[in-house]
């Protein structure tokens, strides 16, 4: 496997892990602060924020650390952090809810809380990927568009298969264990397809742009 | 004198209408806004409006209004209420709920959660004026509706809290309050949401109820949660009753240390019935009904963690 077909699943990958945590995040907090419009709310802007951050830091690591290793390093990070968000969800928006703000800041900071450092440390997946898979200028603007056109593949099944499948099949917390679990494979392929020797295939796939 | 005899001609005259119109309202349980407009000869849409939560429609039909939420295309009647007489109900499964006085026939403190038109609510007012009646409904805008289309009034021992019910039931067990009867009827255009229907949620009932209070629950036998729900209902009380046998079955619960035995329901249920003059035949009901294992005994439980109600509403049991 090429390291342009390494990064493509990766970000294919995250793309999948990022949208199942946000459908995950509206029903772990329903619990505490209801259904209603404020959690689904909350979640969403939350994870916009955070992708916000994520691609701005993304793009300042791609350039300093162009390398394979320092995206799956993130991409590990990542793994860790949902872990204490799958074990301490229940006791984080629980706490929040006691503060007896309004529901809609209650959901707001749990949100914030859960799930920012980890769709935020997702973030930083797809300029770091770009920049990962572009050899000259001139190919950057379709290199960009394929990855990302593969990241939201990855979201829109990890979103559509979560929602419709997965929460009929087993727990949150299993789900998310499982999605850590991705992750760290999807490092680890990464880092194989990085460094194995596959440059000369590489320079050919470069030569038809 | 002419004027003062005219005076007094009016005067009679108005204290005569004063006094008819008392008396159509002591026949009258509640006044619905508007029931004098009503001609039974025509069917309208009175309100369609889309909410922060539903697509609301309230209709008036037959001598009666009805509340509507659409989901998937279907319009999910939440409440109907019948014109001239609310107390004539005209959803059977409102009788069922009454089974609940049965088993508590004496509360002092009630919690109801999921409002809609609140004739449940308005009726068991009536019946019981004593008890504290206290609501809690998510949507603002069907409180509104309630209150302009069904006639439903808040006073000093009727409340509304415009909230979640999971999270209201949270502050509750807070401040420490304690309830004799807790009635579940939140539905979501024919769904009950997920967050409702968890081992945790049903924990909380309990820890807000009296030592011999009940939750009182509205459940579908019709789809496969329905059986998820009671499974989890028995992880968390110790007895389970259930009326009626249509599309509505009314579950109830308490962590009794035994369960109460059919005859004292029904002697309760005979007391009540001559006391109140329920328009449902209240005996009859808890007669049919006790402590049936109507649902798949082995099976997973709903809790926080897993809870796929709202997908398993849609899938119907054979």
Redesign the interface.
Known sequence: MSRTCGVAVTVFGCGWVLMGLEILGG?ML????????WVWGSVISIFLAALSTGYFVGGLLSQRFPQGFGLALVIVMAAISIIPVAIWH?TASGWF??L?LH?RWGSLFAAMTLFFVPSMLLGIVSPYAVRLVTQDVASVGTKAGTLYAISTAGSFLGCLLTS?YF??W????LILFLSAGALLLIALLLLATWYTKGIKKQEVVTNET | MKRRFLMMAIFGISVGVVCQASLVEGKQEWPIPGQNDYSEYESKVLLEKES??HYIRVLEEDGSRRLQFRRSGSDYEESVINIRQPLKFEMYYYSLMLAGFAHKSDPNRILFIGLGGGTIPMAIHHYFPMAQIDNVE?DPDVVEVAKKYFGFKEDDNMKVYV?????QV??LL?KKMKYDIVFVDAFRGGYI???LT?R??MEGLKAILTSDGIVVSNLRPGFESYHYHRRTFNTVFRNQYSYGSGSNVIVIVDAREKPLPQKDLLAAARRLQKEKQFTTDLPAIIEEGGMHNDYVRKGPIL??????TD??RSIRRE
């Open positions: 029903r329903s619990p505490d602060f209801g259904s209603g419009v229940r809810a006691d007896d529901e419709f929460i009929l087993m727990g949150i917390q | 922060l939560y998510l909230r979640d019910g999971r999270v949270r502050r807070r949401p997920y967050h968890t945790e949620f809790t926080d963690d897993y809870a796929p997908v398993l």
